[in-house]
Each structure stands twice: as structure tokens, then as C-alpha cells.
């Protein structure tokens, strides 16, 4: 699912890298057919000198070939004439080698080799059907078109080397024949001066030899230097892409681009129809639709470039487009467990309940390669993730009654003991203010700490603590005159606190050690009561200790508790 997506894009960087692969070709053949010297620009009398020269070489050593024939034949010490044999095969080597040069320079500087073959057999295929030549056959064009970028300079190269070798040979062996000029052979006897002789003639012709291959490297290096400056060079070899493969290249990513363009166009209208469909019949459309279209622009952009003609071009892509299928076959399995989870067969489920960050949320739109979150209780609450995400997330279907987060906007909680207001929440962080200070809390900390929302009602209560032998016993008759009392006395003092109280207990607790009858006094509030939090337990005590002065009984103790928070009813 998603590798139709990559492949697509794929497709655009194979375009944009055979771009950047394939300049430096034309620049190269450019420098090529300029810059050597038979080349059909370069003046008729710099071949003629050239052929002049290696004419004369060739003579030279033509005539050396015949000495060293007679010599051979005429020698009869053994060890002599295997350095004989040596030498003229080192001479014909070079002859060979000048022949070669005379012949390719007198055409034109073409390639001679490429004759040596018939035809036919250059082209013979192979009868028995082999995929790993085919795969040869079609990248053969791909290497030999990069063999041809690095040949001239490769070969420069190797010449410039052999041209430092055979200078460091000549200073050397220069240094050597100046040494033996200085020996004074009339005072050495009449087989030395033989020997030496023999030893200086024989040092002499491996100096020519040299000189001459010498003259034939740089002659050679001449062939492969650069005659034209570097802009020059870099203007024709730009002009011969753009109006070569660079143009080629163009149409193909023009037509790509705009083929993307409609299919997307077109799958963005048909979601639009579609916008509340989540069967698994228009999944599996979307999903076939990408995997055809992106077919679709492969074929299209292989036809391209097999139809142009160009092998070196269609060869490339063909290997990149290989080489991406090999890498991606250990993505298999993700892909697959994507596919399920696209097809809202997997842990995780459009329309159900995950725990994302530590915070819950509601999978509200799962795509082909995006998933969508949301959670109704915080501001900008919707996140995007790529479909990746759920792979390891379990989701469980949501009830009409579950709790998105523990508090909404202008909500008051405690929060270790302290009171706060809700002034904002986010996916990130929740803002809270407390007697004018703001404290932002990380939202997926808030929600792990023990906070206390009265916001939606709230329980409050007191103990009253009478002497029992002052209330005669008659627990009932005190539960009812308290109730009594403290309902007509908040009533008439706070009838807005009156009207916020859902419900007022009050009940028998226990009798404690010092033979006192405690009762609970227990206020169920309502929503956004929290103004009357501490008022209504004052109001409370207060009537309640003048209920026990009016009716004589010995009030011992009285104390508040805790809040307790109520839930909300959603």
C-alpha cells in the first residue's frame, strides 16, 4: 500500500538521478570528438606532422627489427641472443603499436577494433533462454555507456603514469651512460674495451627505445587532452543533453507528473463522494485503485523511454526499478500488516478507542496512508499520524458514557490539595490558574495525577458530636430537628446555596469513647457549586451549634472532612 506510494515517488528520483548520471556523457563525448587530433575540426597539416612523425618511428624501427634478425641468426652464445629475442619482440611490439596509431589517425581517429569482429557474431544471441544474461544483456548498455564517461579519463591516466615511468628510466639511466662516458678506455685492456663497447651499445639502443616510447605516449596523451576551455566544454556537452536525453527526459517527467496529477485529482473527488464510506468493499477500490495506477506509471514511463530508443536510459530504469523491488522484499510483512489495518481489519479500528501518548483517543478516519485521532474534550484536538502508528496500538469499541479526559474548560479541580481552574487544554499541556498564578501541566501527567473535579458536584460533611445523656437517647428526634433547622436556616440565609444542594443526610454515626452520640451532617451539591464550598459548611455548623444551645444539648465537638468529587452524568 504504501510501496505504491514510495514507488511512485521513485519513479520521479530515477528520472531526476538519470539526469544528473547521464550529463557528464554528453560533456565527455563532446570532449571526445573535439579534442582529438583526427578529429574532423583539427587542421590537415597537425595530422600530417603526426604521420610524418610516426612514419620516420616506424623506419627506425623497421630497420632495428632487421639488425636484430641478422644478429640473431649470427649469434651463437645463448644467453646474448634470448636478450636479442627480447629486444625484437619489444620492437615489434612497438611497430605493432605505431602501425596501429598510423592506421587509426589516417581514418579519422576511429575506432579500428570494433572491425576486428564479423557482425554477426558480434549480435549472435544465445539460443537457451538465461534471465540472468538477459539482465545482462540489458544492463550491458547502462555500464558501457559509463565505461565510456571514465574511458579518456582513465586512460590519461594510465599514460600519465607510464610517461613518469619512462621519464624516471631515462633520468636514471642518462645519469648511467654520463658515468660510462667517463671511463677512459685506452687505459683498459683490449677485451675489456670490447665489453664495454658491447655493454654501451646495447645501453644506448634501450635509451632509443625509450625516447621512442615516450614519443609514442605523448603522442597518445595528446589524443585524450582537452584542446577546448572548460566552459566551452560545459556549454556543448549542456546543450547536447538538453537536446538529447535531457529533453527525453523531460517529456518523460512531464508526463509522469501530470499522470500523478489526475489519478490523484481523481482519487480526491471520488473520497470526497465517498467521504462516510467505510466498507471494506470502498477500502479495497482505494487500495486497488493506487496499486493500478501505479502500474500504470511504470509502464507509461518505461514505454517512454524503450520507444525513444534509448537503451542506456531504459537499461537504468529498468535496474533501479529492479534494485527497489529486491530492498523492499523484507518490507513485506509491514506491508501486509498496513494492508489489514487500511482494510479496518486490524488491532486497531476506525471509530474505536486507543491510547495514544498516554491520553485516550478516538481513531475518527483511518486513510491510505494517514490515520486521523481525535479527542472531543481538548482543544485542537486532532492529530495526524501515519498509518505505521497503529500497528502496535490495540483499540476496543466506545461507549456512549466513556470519559475523553478528566475535566473540560472552566472546570475548578484540586490538584495535591491545591485549587485550580481549567483555562485550557490541549493535546500537549494543560493550563491552570490559582489565585492569578498560570501553571501549565503536561496533559499526559495531568491525567495520571489524582485530580478532584467538583465542577459536576461535589460531597461535604461535618461531625456533631452531642452528649448522649443530654439527648435523653432519642437519636430520631435529634436527626429530625436537625434537619429541620439547618433547611429552614440555609434557606433563609443563602437560598442560592439552598438551591444548589441536591440532597442533606443527616445520620446516627457512633458512640465514642467518652460516651458521646456523633452525627454525620453530609451536603450532596450540584454542578458548579464550588462557590459554595466553604459558606455552606460554615452555615452549617453555626446552625448546628445553635440548634444544641436552643435545645439544651451538650455539643462536645464538631469538625469538617475532605471533599469528595462527584461524577458527572454523561
Not at 52 to 59: E, H, L, P, R
Not at 61 to 76: C, F, P
Not at 218 to 232: A, W
Not at 538 to 548: E, I, S
Request: charged share 25%; glycine share 4%; proline share 3%.
Amino acid at each position: 500500500m504504501s510501496l505504491t506510494m514510495k514507488l511512485r515517488h521513485h519513479l520521479l528520483w530515477i528520472l531526476l538521478a538519470l539526469s544528473m548520471i547521464l550529463w557528464p556523457s554528453h560533456a565527455v563525448e563532446a570532449e571526445t570528438t573535439q579534442n582529438t587530433p583526427n578529429a574532423q575540426a583539427a587542421p590537415s597539416d597537425s595530422i600530417t606532422d603526426q604521420l610524418a612523425t610516426i612514419v620516420n618511428d616506424m623506419k627506425e624501427l623497421q630497420d632495428k627489427k632487421t639488425a636484430l634478425t641478422k644478429e640473431i641468426k649470427a649469434e651463437r652464445d645463448d644467453a646474448h641472443k634470448q636478450e636479442l629475442e627480447e629486444s625484437l619482440t619489444r620492437t615489434n611490439t612497438q611497430l605493432k603499436e605505431y602501425t596501429a596509431l598510423f592506421e587509426k589517425i589516417a581514418l579519422g581517429g576511429i575506432d579500428t577494433s570494433r572491425f576486428d569482429t564479423p557482425a554477426k557474431q558480434a549480435i549472435q544471441q544465445v539460443d537457451d533462454y538465461d534471465w540472468q544474461k538477459e539482465l545482462v544483456q540489458i544492463a550491458q548498455p547502462v555500464f558501457a555507456e559509463m565505461k565510456k564517461i571514465t574511458d579518456a579519463p582513465r586512460k590519461r591516466d594510465v599514460l600519465r603514469l607510464e610517461q613518469k615511468e619512462i621519464d624516471e628510466r631515462l633520468s636514471m639511466l642518462d645519469k648511467g651512460l654520463a658515468t660510462f662516458a667517463q671511463i677512459n678506455l685506452a687505459e683498459l685492456p683490449e677485451t675489456a674495451q670490447k665489453n664495454l663497447k658491447d655493454i654501451e651499445a646495447g645501453w644506448q639502443n634501450l635509451h632509443k627505445e625509450l625516447e621512442r616510447e615516450r614519443k609514442l605516449v605523448v603522442i597518445k596523451l595528446d589524443e585524450l587532452t582537452t584542446k577546448e576551455g572548460f566552459t566551452t566544454r560545459l556549454y556543448k556537452g549542456a546543450w547536447s543533453f538538453m537536446t538529447g536525453r535531457g529533453l527525453l527526459l523531460l517529456i518523460t517527467i512531464a508526463t509522469l507528473s501530470g499522470l500523478m496529477y489526475l489519478f490523484n485529482r481523481f482519487l480526491v473527488f471520488i473520497e470526497k463522494r465517498e467521504k462516510n464510506n467505510i466498507s471494506i468493499q470502498w477500502r479495497v477500490f482505494i487500495l486497488l485503485y493506487q496499486i493500478i495506477t501505479t502500474l500504470v506509471a511504470v509502464l507509461v514511463t518505461l514505454m517512454i523511454l524503450y520507444s525513444s530508443g534509448d537503451m542506456v536510459l531504459f537499461g537504468i530504469a529498468i535496474l533501479i526499478i529492479l534494485a527497489f523491488l529486491v530492498t523492499s522484499r523484507n518490507s513485506i510483512p509491514k506491508y501486509f500488516t498496513k494492508t489489514r489495518i487500511f482494510l479496518n481489519i486490524g488491532q486497531a479500528r476506525e471509530g474505536e478507542r486507543v491510547i495514544y501518548n498516554d491520553l485516550p483517543w478516538k481513531i475518527s478516519r483511518i486513510n491510505l496512508y494517514t490515520v486521523y485521532l481525535t479527542n472531543p474534550l481538548l482543544e485542537n484536538g486532532t492529530v495526524r499520524l501515519t498509518i505505521d502508528h497503529l500497528n502496535n496500538m490495540i483499540s476496543r469499541p466506545v461507549k456512549m458514557d466513556e470519559t475523553w479526559f478528566p475535566t473540560v474548560v472552566g472546570d475548578v479541580i484540586y490538584l495535591n490539595g491545591t485549587q485550580y481552574k481549567v483555562m485550557r487544554q490541549t493535546p500537549e499541556y494543560v493550563y491552570l490558574t490559582s489565585s492569578g498564578t498560570e501553571i501549565i501541566y503536561p496533559s499526559k501527567d495531568f491525567i495520571k495525577d489524582k485530580v478532584l473535579n467538583v465542577s459536576y458536584g461535589y460531597y461535604i460533611s461535618t461531625e456533631l458530636s452531642l452528649n448522649y445523656a443530654a439527648i435523653n437517647g432519642d437519636i430520631d428526634a435529634v436527626i429530625t430537628t436537625l434537619q429541620e433547622a439547618l433547611n429552614a436556616r440555609i434557606q433563609a440565609e443563602n437560598p442560592d446555596a439552598h438551591k444548589a444542594i441536591k440532597s442533606l443526610t443527616i445520620d446516627f454515626n457512633r458512640i465514642d469513647e467518652q460516651n458521646n452520640a456523633v452525627f454525620l451532617i453530609a451536603f450532596s451539591m450540584g454542578s458548579f457549586a464550588t462557590d459554595y464550598r466553604g459558606s455552606i459548611i460554615r452555615l452549617a455548623q453555626r446552625c448546628a451549634v445553635k440548634t444544641a444551645q436552643e435545645h439544651n444539648w451538650s455539643l462536645k465537638t464538631i469538625r469538617t472532612f475532605s471533599i469528595d468529587e462527584s461524577k458527572p452524568s454523561q
